[in-house]
T-cell receptor, first 113, second 114 residues
Framework: AAGVIQSPRHLIKEKRETATLKCYPIPRHDTVYWYQQGPGQDPQFLISFYEKMQSDKGSIPDRFSAQQFSDYHSELNMSSLELGDSALYFC????????????FGPGTRLTVL | QKEVEQNSGPLSVPEGAIASLNCTYSDRVSQSFFWYRQYSGKSPELIMSIYSNGDKEDGRFTAQLNKASQYVSLLIRDSQPSDSATYLCAVRGGSGGGADGLTFGKGTHLIIQP
């Protein structure tokens, strides 16, 4: 079965640079969620989108923004990167009309130097 | 502030025994409850979801929910070394129309001893 696709899988950036992470949900899933997981931490919810509209917002820094496109893929844009942004970033998707179960992608490991 | 509490462990269980993982949550309006398994450096993998009070069984796994006590548990029968991982309890609230983010506990590190 098709899963959530995330790209890139690994990303290395310098402080104050920008980064864009991409997420392609499971086919026919209309809702996308972004999570950040620091070393030794539990995943922290950042933001979610349903039908291209922001649906729920968690602890997303003002330096980050995200959107969902007409094909349901989503991008997380991160600016003015800080050392503390180094983490695993997971995207999850769900089919909101049928279930709220979230399925996670493999993640993007972001390292800020 | 939604909170999900888990014992961080490590919880060490002999192979073939029953592993019991517990979780409590603070938000009474929470509607959906999930157990995810996460191997180091990998993404969370869904094990079980539960929505109603009582037990739900799927193979070697049984989830238990008690909304009055705000308590969720996961039992793993016939534990295998491959079950060694961190188990994350996750709770979804009721205010986002179905697209709420999950609140995770810090996870219980389970070790199955051969």
């Amino acid at each position: 079965a098709a899963g959530v696709i995330q790209s890139p899988r690994h990303l290395i950036k310098e402080k104050r640079e920008t980064a864009t992470l991409k997420c392609y949900p499971i086919p026919r899933h209309d809702t996308v969620y972004w999570y950040q997981q620091g070393p030794g931490q539990d995943p922290q919810f950042l933001i979610s989108f349903y039908e291209k509209m922001q649906s729920d917002k968690g602890s997303i820094p003002d330096r980050f923004s995200a959107q969902q496109f007409s094909d349901y893929h989503s991008e997380l844009n991160m600016s003015s990167l800080e050392l503390g942004d180094s983490a695993l970033y997971f995207c999850a998707s769900s089919a909101r009309q049928s279930t709220d179960t979230q399925y996670f992608g493999p993640g993007t490991r972001l390292t800020v130097l | 502030q939604k909170e999900v509490e888990q014992n961080s462990g490590p919880l060490s269980v002999p192979e073939g025994a029953i592993a019991s993982l517990n979780c409590t949550y603070s938000d009474r309006v929470s509607q959906s409850f999930f157990w995810y398994r996460q191997y180091s450096g990998k993404s969370p993998e869904l094990i079980m979801s539960i929505y109603s009070n009582g037990d739900k069984e799927d193979g070697r796994f049984t989830a238990q929910l008690n909304k009055a006590s705000q308590y969720v548990s996961l039992l793993i029968r016939d534990s295998q070394p491959s079950d060694s991982a961190t188990y994350l309890c996750a709770v979804r609230g009721g205010s986002g129309g179905g697209a709420d983010g999950l609140t995770f506990g810090k996870g219980t590190h389970l070790i199955i001893q051969p």
